[in-house]
């Protein structure tokens, strides 16, 4: 009947009834409804008022709505621009009761969340929770043992979705009773009994002693969800626990509550895929890359996504650290864009933003899952935190000391630590018994960004460069002989960390600083399998810093020995070339390190037997200077098997005291008595037992036994003048 005449007039009546009808069940729903129903309400006001967008009532309602599903700043600007609109338009204000909701949304109105009740239910999908069985367990165990239970961890981690399946598990079991109460809208310690009230139904309790009241003699598990954002709401958990006994708390904050009685449950991000698996049958098993394949989308979206590189969908797990929040953000454009895809299109994912529409604001993208900790943060806590972004890995509480500089204040270690209990920095595994700090790749991205911002990136990269260049020389001095197993793990623990203290010297035009740092770590590259990177790094820097820097010549030795592994004739080159600016410098640690080497690979005979005695004389000469003095083994490799051109393999330490008197006799015989041995890695032992014996002849030395040679040449380990160090 629409072409007739009386249509318009006849519907109109009944679209208005309709339209009241709709707003009438929507006001229904927000004072007694449940928080699963508000979204559905939200979309068909938002309809509504799309198609009228001057009804007054519509925007009070949908403001209400927006304000139960925690998005008070939508609600917000949801008024201020009905408000534009019909003072633009109509030349009015709003009415009075769309300027009351304003004002109750504005001071969090504890009753508009009236009715606002989640009572646990199962989820209907099986494969909505994913990865979190043992989590579950534990926090029931704890649960049994504790009335107050507080799950933390990083924002993004899954703490409410793990809450309301303990809260599923705890309704499905006879006379099970719980509830889970949304705190996310409420800032007032004050508010909260009110607010919990108001989601239990029935009679309001404006105080904690009213709302105990009421909870007495119920068994009940409440859990308090959202908590970080609430000052001091510590002693109003603790006040209901002694009014109500029978109640038991869990709450979900990224930091906790510090009251008696509370145990902390730290729900860490979903397991990662090891970073070498890429096979996509194995890697669907890893929780996730589980989760993520379940939220990708409809069957064919999982097959394709099942189909693709396994590599690739390990790197985007990896990328957002396994947080189920990022891992949701991203799946739909997984489905969309397939691994590969996502990888190359979304570069940053901190500004991915998630495609459900009924996501709180703080959910919409990584970053605003992090401000909202940060936020919260007071300024020194934030400058430490996006400082801590120059680390590389992890690292100790000396480097974060160097790192934080000193505006931070000097209780560094207590900021330090209010940061891992807000789960905005990690515990790192620790190394040779010394805690570790790290943060999230994701958390990381976001402070890094804050540095950059704040315009102290150079600065800060350049005072952590200086640190890891003053443990490079400690390195350098204690790497070798007794107590240095500490010292290697360490370099390997701090590989990273050394690559961006020798990029960032690089990047500020500090090439003699450059240099030292990668000479210094000549260590690590020996001892991590990392030979090929260090002859890349050592002649980057050879070729950056000026002839006349005092590393040059024992830094051009190093670079022999990386060079005799595959070219002998090279190295010869490199390692006269080492002595000849050691001599016109006049530096003579330098040159025992060059003529040492050169005695080791001299293709002559004669020729080896002059520079190891050079050696000697020079060493007589640096006698009472401190020294520090590498055996061969570990670090001179001309040939590919050292071992078997010894004859045999090599003890790891087999030693022995000697008299200093008996092992420079022996070190004297072995320059004497084989001239006729060819080049080869047996000869670097006489160097050694000539300086390290000269150096200190009146120590007793420890002494090691090579299956070719007696059991007695292995210099003692002594401290080094700065880094300037004697190799061999």
Same mark, same amino acid.
């Given at each position: 009947l629409a072409d007739r005449p009386f249509h318009e007039a006849a519907a109109r009546p009944l679209e208005e009834q309709r339209d009241r009808l709709v707003e009438d069940r929507a006001e229904l729903v927000l004072r007694t409804g449940a928080d699963d129903d508000v979204p559905g309400v939200a979309a068909e006001l938002q309809g509504l008022l799309a198609a009228q967008p001057w009804r007054e009532r519509t925007t009070e309602l949908l403001m209400w709505a927006l304000f139960r599903q925690s998005r008070q700043r939508d609600a917000l600007d949801l008024f201020d621009r009905t408000r534009r609109r019909l003072d633009e338009e109509l030349g009015v204000d709003p009415g009075p009761a769309l300027r009351a909701m304003h004002a109750r949304v504005l001071r969090q109105d504890p009753a508009l969340l009236a009715g606002a009740v989640r009572r646990a239910r199962r989820a209907p999908r099986l494969d909505s929770f994913v990865g979190r069985d043992d989590d579950v367990r534990r926090v029931h165990d704890l649960l049994h043992r504790a009335r107050l239970v507080t799950l933390t961890g990083p924002g993004g981690a899954g703490k409410t979705r793990l809450a309301e399946e303990v809260a599923a598990d705890v309704v499905a079991r006879p006379g099970g009773d719980a509830v889970v109460v949304e705190l996310a809208a409420v800032e007032d310690p004050a508010l909260v009994p009110a607010a919990v009230a108001a989601r239990l139904g029935g009679q309001p309790a404006g105080t904690v002693e009213a709302l105990a009241a009421r909870l007495a003699g119920r068994e009940l598990v409440l859990v308090l969800d959202n908590l970080e954002q609430i000052p001091d709401v510590g002693p109003v958990v603790t006040g209901l626990l002694l009014g109500a006994p029978s109640v038991r708390v869990l709450a979900t904050s990224r930091q906790p509550l510090h009251v008696a009685g509370e145990h902390c449950s730290v729900v860490d991000p979903l397991p990662l895929p090891a970073a070498e698996e890429s096979d996509a049958a194995r890697l669907r098993d890893v929780p996730s890359v589980a989760l993520l394949l379940d939220r990708a989308g409809a069957e064919g979206a999982r097959a394709g996504v099942a189909a693709a590189d396994g590599a690739a969908l390990r790197d985007l797990v990896r990328a957002v650290d396994g947080l189920p929040l990022a891992l949701e953000i991203v799946a739909p454009w997984l489905a969309a864009l397939g691994a590969e895809g996502v990888l190359a299109e979304l570069r940053d994912v901190l500004d991915v933003r998630g495609r459900r529409s009924d996501a709180a604001a703080r959910h919409r993208t990584v970053r605003s899952a992090i401000a909202w900790s940060h936020d919260r943060l007071d300024a020194g806590h934030q400058r430490l935190l996006a400082r801590l972004s120059v680390l590389r890995g992890?690292?100790?509480?000396?480097?974060?000391?160097?790192?934080?500089?000193?505006?931070?204040?000097? #209780?560094?270690?207590?900021?330090?630590?209010?940061?891992?209990?807000?789960?905005?920095?990690?515990? #790192?595994?620790p190394v040779a018994g010394a805690p570790r700090f790290r943060l999230l790749e994701t958390v990381r991205r976001?402070?890094?960004?804050?540095?950059?911002?704040?315009?102290?990136?150079? #600065?800060?990269?350049?005072?952590?460069?200086?640190?890891? #260049?003053?443990?490079?020389?400690?390195?350098?001095?204690?790497?070798?002989?007794?107590?240095?197993?500490?010292?290697?793990a360490r370099a390997v623990a701090e590989a990273d960390n050394l690559r961006a203290a020798m990029d960032a010297f690089e990047r500020s035009g500090r090439t003699e600083d450059h240099l030292q740092l990668v000479t210094d770590a000549v260590t690590l590259w020996m001892t991590a399998g990392l030979e090929g990177e260090g002859e890349r790094r050592l002649r980057r820097a050879l070729g950056a810093a000026p002839a006349t820097a005092a590393a040059v010549p024992v830094a051009t030795t190093f670079l022999a020995w990386f060079v005799a592994v595959h070219d002998l004739h090279a190295a010869r080159r490199l390692v006269q070339e080492a002595a000849d600016r050691a001599r016109r410098a006049g530096d003579e640690e330098g040159l025992a390190v060059a003529l040492s080497f050169l005695g080791d690979i001299a293709a002559d005979p004669e020729a080896a037997r002059v520079a190891s005695e050079e050696t000697f004389a020079l060493a007589q000469r640096l006698r009472g200077r401190p020294h520090l003095v590498r055996p061969a083994r570990r670090t001179l490799r001309p040939h590919r098997d050292p071992a078997a051109a010894l004859g045999g393999p090599l003890p790891r330490r087999h030693r022995r005291p000697v008299s200093a008197a008996d092992a420079q006799a022996t070190a004297r015989s072995k320059v004497t008595s084989r001239p006729s041995t060819p080049p080869g890695p047996t000869r670097p032992l006489t160097s050694v037992a000539v300086i390290a014996l000269s150096c200190h002849p009146s120590r007793a030395c420890s002494l090691s036994t090579f299956s070719s040679l007696s059991p007695d040449i292995l210099p003692p380990i002594m401290p080094s003048r700065s880094s300037t160090t004697l190799y061999s």
């Open positions: 992890s690292g100790d509480l000396d480097a974060v000391r160097a790192i934080a500089g000193a505006d931070t204040g000097p #209780a560094v270690r207590d900021t330090l630590l209010d940061l891992v209990e807000r789960n905005l920095v990690r515990p #790192a595994e976001f402070a890094a960004d804050r540095l950059t911002a704040g315009g102290e990136r150079e #600065a800060t990269e350049l005072r952590a460069a200086e640190h890891f #260049a003053r443990w490079a020389a400690d390195l350098a001095r204690h790497g070798e002989g007794p107590g240095a197993d500490p010292w290697l």
